[in-house]
């Protein structure tokens, strides 16, 4: 797509190297967008970091129904019987499915039936095989941009996730050094949590007694890593800063 746009603009282009068209070369899936006018990458090593997850274990994507690993996913969570219902499944099956639709790959509106995809990997952890998360939610951010290109989306996939991103990758912290962002300018928001409250929603346990230690709300910052992948190829917080500080004085943001 950067090279078809590069080629309409300048027709004698086509035909050469992403080099002589000015694009920078093509290495590995990788998502390119821009904060505050600075250059950000997001890539699976990005991913793992922010997760402190190993990009390691199973991976699998676009099965057919004829994927054997579907028959092993009715046998284990719907009890061999394919027209068992999803709240009929136990308990913790169905956390593990919560974990995936609210946390992993959101959903936003259509059916509440997992899609074949999510099947294999609601099933690989019910087996307690484990699966190589980072590449599963690079993979949902991609499918998440172009279905918010085609159908005009407005919605923040794994907003938890970019949010710990650009908290270690130093720049939520330069903004705020900058006095360019705050809370308020950025939309901070706290997205809904997973507790005992939920279980008693869920109906698998019938009363729930808050305790003074359960999960709460919170916008604690997670504490900044020594070794983060950059995201920005201006990743020296001096630079940064200088970086921001200059858009600022060109674009005439205020905080």
């Known amino acids: 797509m950067e090279e078809t746009r590069v080629v309409a603009r300048n027709p ?33 090593e990005v ?5 402190r997850v190993a990009p390691e274990g199973r991976f699998q994507w676009n099965i057919s129904k004829k994927n054997p690993l579907l028959e092993s996913y009715t046998n284990l969570l719907l009890k061999g019987d394919p027209a068992t219902k999803l709240v009929d499944m136990e308990g913790n099956h169905r956390m593990l499915l919560k974990f995936i639709t609210d946390c992993f790959f959101q959903k936003g509106g259509g059916s509440d039936q997992p899609s074949l995809d999510h099947k294999l990997v609601l099933y690989f952890l019910a087996a307690y095989e484990k699966i190589n998360l980072p590449r599963y939610l690079m ?3 991609c499918w998440a941009i172009k279905e918010g290109i085609k159908w005009k989306r407005k919605q923040v996939p794994c907003g938890r996730l970019l949010s710990e991103i ?16 705050s809370n308020r300018v950025l939309g901070t928001a706290t997205g809904k949590i997973i507790n005992g409250k939920t279980l008693q ?9 808050p305790y003074e ?3 709460k709300e919170s916008s604690v910052q997670s504490e900044l ?7 920005s190829k201006k990743g020296n917080p001096e630079v940064l800063a200088g970086y921001i500080a200059a858009h600022a004085r060109e674009s005439g943001a205020t905080t």
């Open 139 to 141: 993979h949902r951010l």
């Open 201 to 209: 929603n869920m109906k698998i346990i019938r009363k729930f007694s």
């Open 225 to 231: 890593m020594r070794v983060f992948p950059p995201i």
């Open 47 to 51: 991913i793992s970091g922010a997760c």
């Open 166 to 181: 650009f908290t270690q990758g130093r720049l939520l912290e330069t903004l705020r050094k900058s006095k360019l962002a």
């Open 12 to 44: 004698s282009l086509k035909g050469k190297s992403r080099k002589e068209m000015g694009l920078e070369p093509y290495k590995r899936l990788e998502i390119r967008s821009a904060v505050m006018g600075i250059p950000i990458t997001i890539i699976e």
């Open 213 to 215: 230690k359960d999960l």
